[in-house]
């Protein structure tokens, strides 16, 4: 069975950046399309038109059941805490691996981080 993805939707909302127009796309998995060169599914940028791969740790909301404690002392995070870390991406724009605060460069698939 092809595209296993594709069978189920989880009502989650994503966030990530084109690594080409650096546009950030904000989509539900009911958005997603499917390619064998993406079985994981993407969704086209609006503004350049390029695939953009989808994958699960791009998730903004969590899930209802899972609990969520700020231990900053803040309402609400502010747009650096919760986008972008010091230091540069949270995600590898390649894979999706999560970097480390650490790394230099993707322990996955060696890209440079941003």
Request: proline residues 8%; charged residues 20%; contains cysteine.
């Amino acid at each position: 069975m092809a595209y296993k993805r594709a069978l189920w939707k989880s009502g989650l909302t994503y966030e990530q950046t084109c690594e080409h127009c650096r546009t950030v796309i904000r989509y539900t998995d009911d958005r997603l399309d499917f390619r064998p060169w993406y079985p994981d599914g993407f969704v086209y940028c609006p503004q350049c038109k390029s695939p953009v791969r989808h994958n699960e740790v791009y998730a903004i909301n969590p899930p209802a059941t899972q609990t969520v404690v700020d231990l900053t002392g803040s309402a609400t995070p502010s747009a650096s805490q919760a986008v972008t870390p010091v230091g540069g991406a949270r995600f590898c724009p390649q894979c999706g691996n999560a970097f480390q605060e650490t790394d230099k460069f993707c322990a996955k698939c060696g890209t440079k981080r941003g």
